[in-house]
């Protein structure tokens, strides 16, 4: 059992949202739902107050807890991506129904939660042992929406 488990604050559709992106990730499911066993100040017993799932291997706890606390940039979710479909596989699909492109490979889903869709490639590139690749390369990612890998690695090489 792991000690340390993220805790997703949402509204009243933290199973939505957990039913969603279970199907972003291998090795993610719903593991339990733990319903209301009485009135709080945000739910009516028998509602859904905490969602456990399972993303890419690790637990997180979705909890209904009401208006109080939306979602902010503050916490995000970074995914490295292993290449331009999965990017354009994850941007997509957070971004519909409601979400927010953002810069830097940032979005936000319908939910409000911030997701970070970054290749490991373009990591590799702002890291490059060469400065000026390496600048190049953020340069060209400070421009863009959702990250283009082919295009980071033309202005690595200065094209």
Not at 47 to 61: C, N, S
Not at 146 to 159: F, M, V
Request: with cysteine; glycine share 6%.
């Amino acid at each position: 059992m792991d000690k340390i488990i993220p805790c997703l604050w949402y509204n009243h559709d933290a199973e939505e949202a957990a039913n969603f992106y279970v199907t972003l990730f291998p090795d993610s499911k719903v593991d339990n739902v733990v319903r209301s066993p009485a009135d709080t100040p945000s739910n009516k017993e028998g509602d859904v107050l905490v969602v456990e799932f399972t993303l890419a291997g690790r637990p997180y706890i979705g909890l209904n807890g009401g208006p109080i606390f939306p979602h902010t940039e503050a916490f995000s979710m970074q995914v490295r991506t292993e290449d331009q479909a999965e990017t354009d596989r994850l941007w997509e699909a957070l971004t519909a129904n409601g979400g927010q492109e953002s810069v830097c490979g940032w979005c936000k889903d319908r939910w409000g939660l911030s997701w970070q869709i970054t290749p490991k490639r373009i990591l590799e590139l702002n890291s490059d042992p060469d400065p000026v690749r390496a600048r190049r390369s953020m340069q060209a990612m400070l421009k863009m929406r959702k990250l283009d890998i082919a295009a980071a690695e033309r202005a690595a090489e200065g094209e």
